[in-house]
C-alpha cells in the first residue's frame, strides 16, 4: 500500500509468487491495480513512485495466491501502449468459489465475452474482458 515512500514503506520486496507471473502494461497502471482489487480481490504488495503523470513504471500485485505485475506505458523511452491480443489471463478456481469470482468480476465491469458454462472437457469455464482490454478466463472443474 502507498506510503510515504511512495512504494512499501522502505521493507524489503514481498517473494513474487508463481513460476510464470503476467507482466501487463496497461493504461493506467494505478487504475487497473485498484479495478483488479474489485473484481478479482487483488492486494498491492508494492509499487514504484508515480511520476508528474500520473504513470508508474511498476505494480505488484498478488491475485488468488499468485503475483501479476503491471506498468504503464512510456512511449517516450520506447514503450507505447499496445492494445491487448493473443493471450488471457487464467484463473483455475475450485467448483465453490468459481460463481463468487464471476459474480464479483461482472459486478465491477467486467465484459461478458463466454458465458459460464459446462465446457465440452468437463469443467466450468468462463471468459470475460476488462476496461483495459484484457481477456480473463475463470475455469473450476465441475463438482
Known amino acids: 500500500m502507498e506510503t510515504e515512500a511512495g512504494t512499501n514503506g522502505g521493507k524489503a520486496p514481498s517473494p513474487v509468487r508463481g513460476g510464470l507471473v503476467a507482466y501487463l502494461q496497461v493504461d493506467g497502471a494505478m487504475k487497473a491495480a485498484e479495478f483488479y482489487r474489485k473484481a478479482f480481490?487483488?492486494?498491492?504488495?508494492?509499487?514504484?513512485?508515480?511520476?508528474?503523470?500520473?504513470?508508474?513504471?511498476?505494480?505488484?500485485?498478488?491475485?488468488?495466491?499468485?503475483?501479476?505485475?503491471?506498468?504503464?506505458?512510456?512511449?517516450?523511452?520506447?514503450y507505447p501502449l499496445e492494445k491487448p491480443q493473443a493471450f488471457t489471463?487464467?484463473?483455475?478456481?475450485?467448483?465453490?468459489?468459481?460463481?463468487?469470482?464471476?459474480?464479483?468480476?461482472?459486478?465491477?465491469?467486467?465484459?461478458?465475452?463466454?458465458?459460464?458454462?459446462?465446457?465440452?472437457?468437463?469443467?466450468?469455464?468462463?471468459?470475460?474482458?476488462?476496461?483495459?482490454?484484457?481477456a480473463w478466463a475463470m475455469n473450476a472443474p465441475v463438482k
Open 89 to 134: 489471463i487464467f484463473l483455475p478456481l475450485s467448483s465453490a468459489d468459481i460463481d463468487a469470482w464471476w459474480k464479483r468480476a461482472v459486478d465491477a465491469g467486467l465484459e461478458v465475452v463466454v458465458d459460464l458454462q459446462v465446457m465440452f472437457w468437463g469443467d466450468r469455464y468462463g471468459q470475460l474482458r476488462d476496461p483495459f482490454g484484457v
Open 41 to 78: 480481490g487483488a492486494e498491492t504488495e508494492s509499487f514504484h513512485p508515480i511520476d508528474d503523470e500520473g504513470r508508474t513504471m511498476h505494480v505488484h500485485l498478488y491475485v488468488n495466491g499468485s503475483s501479476l505485475m503491471l506498468g504503464d506505458a512510456y512511449p517516450e523511452h520506447g
